[in-house]
């Protein structure tokens, strides 16, 4: 249904639909206990702890996969003749079933060499070393950091030339004396240098949409570069140092894959873009007359003037989803966000002046935030109702390569921990010198969140009324940036729409909180 134009722009088809897909994810999850699976996570309890959880959740019982790899995957890649297989793993949440996929392929054929790359796999073995590090790799033979177009070229070419992989640079591989090693080396491209994205072999047309969205990276990296929650991307520590296409380099890319793909959908899919840029790649494709239709993430500036906000959108912009964060301003200093309120406010106005869908992203509970203060970010979203396409206010996760985990002291915490027996360390907790809010003050900003969301139709990832994702962009094309608002004043009465963190479900006389639920859950996957 959702391929099909009709029912993906009927709301309630589109409704029908996405119940569908989740309860049919939770009968998969339920037939492989303890699994659970959804489009953000794949997870079993303790199942990233150790290599001995991963393997026992890599058995068929526990992997809705297993007959896939087995009696497609792997009949495929044998008549392929592949001699190397790479896994990406983008986010944590990939981390478990890339394991499953490995151990299946290294077993059925243990002549080909395994690598995997990404984000989520370079996050995680930077950290490690000698024979943590050994067993971290797990079923795979090696493992690209940073990012991957020259060092897997290098290994492939190094593989085929027979040469020692501990000679290639970022590439983790087994040693015998200090159990896993890599030779550092540059892990930054030259963006400048590096072509278009290529899609071509992949089934694009299996996804869930009527039209084709495609990810572009006009940039990479932050050019901002001091938030202090922040471990972004493929760096040490903070995000990835900032660098840019050439403006006719990317109106030249849009427009190859624009026709090469039938398309004229995409999401600029970088960490960050100057908005100098973004306004110069705007008036470059109106120059160029390309006719597509595209969403970014962007800090709000001052620099993004009503008139500026126009260019993006006669560019084909449908949505700008904005790091907002807090609207405290002591926790923004905090944070370092270096966006003051006031600004971020203008920004919106100007986008939803000009057309173009304002999406804000926030979280509460940055170290040291107080009840009043997490309620002032609610309070900012409400009284920016009519001008806010969408939302997400999501909850403070401590990752290690940022500030706050460097330096805790500054932030208020005595003691920042992993578990006993966390083979990956994937899980950073803290303790506060002293609680910022009570459980009561929890549970009442929970509430009015609660309360806030009925404004909006809004989804969790990757369905439409989330931020940033293809099936909102193309709502916002299709009806204006108003969309989710308008959907929920349309609201049927027989249902009372509910949202916690940004996720909109519908209660019908449920004899438990789903909000206690849920927030139940959210802990359940930190640990």
Known sequence: ALRSTDAFYDADAYARAVATIEAALGVV????????LDF?????????????EIARSSRPEHDPFDAWVQQVLVPRLRDARADIVGLSVCFPGQLQPAY???????????????????PGVTQMLLRLSGERLARALGPFDSACLFEGERTLLALARAL?????????????VRDRLLGARWLSGHGMEDLKALPAPDFDGLPLEAYLAPSLVLPYDPTRGCYWGKCTFCHYGLAEVGTAAYRERAVETIVAHLGALAARHGTRHFYLSQDSVAPKTLVKMSQAIIDAGLDVRWATDLKPEKYLTRERADVLRRAGAVAC????ESASPRVLGLIDKGAPVEVVSDVIDHLASAGVA???????????ETHAEAVATLDFLRARREALAVYIVGEFGLTHGSLVAQTPERFGIDEVFELEGDELGLGLFFVPREPWKTDA???DVDERLADLSRGWTLRSYPWAGAVSTAHTILQYDRFGPGVFRDRAARRPEDGVAIAFNG????????????RAAEHAEAREAQI
């Open 160 to 172: 085929d030339e027979r040469r020692p992989l501990r000679d290639v640079p970022n590439v983790v």
């Open 441 to 443: 003050e929890r549970a």
């Open 40 to 52: 953000t996570a794949y997870r079993t309890p303790f199942g990233l702890m150790s290599m001995d």
């Open 29 to 36: 999850s339920a037939t492989h206990h303890p699994l659970k």
């Open 503 to 514: 996720a909109t479900v519908i209660e019908r006389g449920l004899r438990f909180d789903p």
């Open 358 to 368: 304002a999406e804000a992203m926030c979280f509460t509970e940055f170290p040291t």
């Open 100 to 118: 499953a996929f490995a151990h299946k392929i290294k077993e059925a054929l243990p002549a080909v060499h395994v690598t995997c790359g990404g």
């Open 321 to 324: 989803a904005l790091g907002v």
